[in-house]
Nanobody, 125 residues
Framework: QVQLVESGGGLAQAGGSLRLSCVAS????????VGWFRQAPGKEREFVAA????????SYADSVKGRFTISRDNAKNTAYLQMNSLKPEDTAVYYC??????????????????WGQGTQVTVSS
C-alpha cells in the first residue's frame, strides 16, 4: 500500500499561481502512476492531470492544458501540480491518487487505488 498526503492549497487571486505537493509513504513511489483530480461543490470528481512512473509521460484535462504542469521527484517520493493562470472555475478540493497501473483508466477515478485526503484551492475573481 501507499499513503498519500497533499499540501499547498489555499487562496489565490485569478491569474495567480499555486503549487500542490503530494508526498507518498509506504511502498516504492516509482512503482505508482500518479494522478491529480479535483472536486467542486455539487460536482463529480474530475480528472486534472496524470504522470507515468518515471515521469516520461503526462496527460492533462483540456480545461487545464497549458496552465497546469504535473511533475514528480521519485527520490523525494513527491508529485507536484504547478497551477498557473488560475481561474475562479479552478476552485475545488484537489486530490492526489496513485495506482500500480491504471492502464486505459488513468483519466478516471476508477483507475486509481489510493487517494489522499485532499487540499482546498480557492481562486477569487
Amino acid at each position: 500500500q501507499v499513503q498519500l498526503v497533499e499540501s499547498g492549497g489555499g487562496l489565490a487571486q485569478a491569474g495567480g499561481s499555486l503549487r500542490l505537493s503530494c508526498v507518498a509513504s509506504g511502498r516504492t513511489f516509482s512503482m505508482y502512476y500518479v494522478g491529480w483530480f479535483r472536486q467542486a461543490p455539487g460536482k463529480e470528481r474530475e480528472f486534472v492531470a496524470a504522470i507515468s512512473w518515471s515521469g516520461g509521460s503526462t496527460s492533462y484535462a483540456d480545461s487545464v492544458k497549458g496552465r497546469f504542469t504535473i511533475s514528480r521527484d521519485n527520490a523525494k517520493n513527491t508529485a507536484y501540480l504547478q497551477m498557473n493562470s488560475l481561474k475562479p472555475e479552478d476552485t475545488a478540493v484537489y486530490y492526489c491518487a496513485a495506482a500500480r497501473d491504471p492502464r486505459d483508466h488513468r483519466w478516471y477515478t476508477k483507475g486509481y487505488d489510493y487517494w489522499g485526503q485532499g487540499t482546498q484551492v480557492t481562486v477569487s475573481s
